[in-house]
């Protein structure tokens, strides 16, 4: 796996974390990572962090952090991570164009 692009992030996933932070005393940064596990091999995990690690690539618009380590980098190539508002909820999101298949739930995949 080459890192051919480093992952983008929609315009709506940054407007939802700057909503995130509206109000708070202490900026929130999303950590976007890739784990192995999940039924399909991978998932990704997504959570709040309040601090960025050395080595990771932090993508930045208007003051709104989105962190990724430099293990997942690798497989979040070209990927945009991106936040959908749908019937069964809204949540964070990974378009990634290097997974060949995913689950139902879409939070785990196999290259």
Do not use: H, W
């Not at 940064?29 to 309040?50: H, M, N, P, T, W």
């Not at 749908?86 to 139902?104: D, K």
Request: hydrophobic share 40%.
């Amino acid at each position: 796996m080459d890192l051919a692009l480093p992952p983008k992030v929609s315009d709506r996933a940054f407007a939802r974390l700057a909503e995130i932070n509206d109000g708070a005393t202490e900026a929130q940064f999303l950590r976007v990572a890739v784990e192995g596990g999940g039924c399909s091999g991978f998932q990704y995990e997504i959570k709040l962090e309040d601090t960025a690690a050395e080595d990771d690539l932090v993508l930045e618009k208007d003051g709104q952090k989105v962190l990724v380590d430099s293990v997942s980098l690798p497989f979040l190539s070209n990927a945009v991570i991106d936040f959908t508002q749908e019937l069964i909820g809204a949540r964070f999101v990974i378009e990634n164009p290097n997974a060949t298949s995913s689950c139902g739930c879409g939070t785990s995949f196999s290259m």
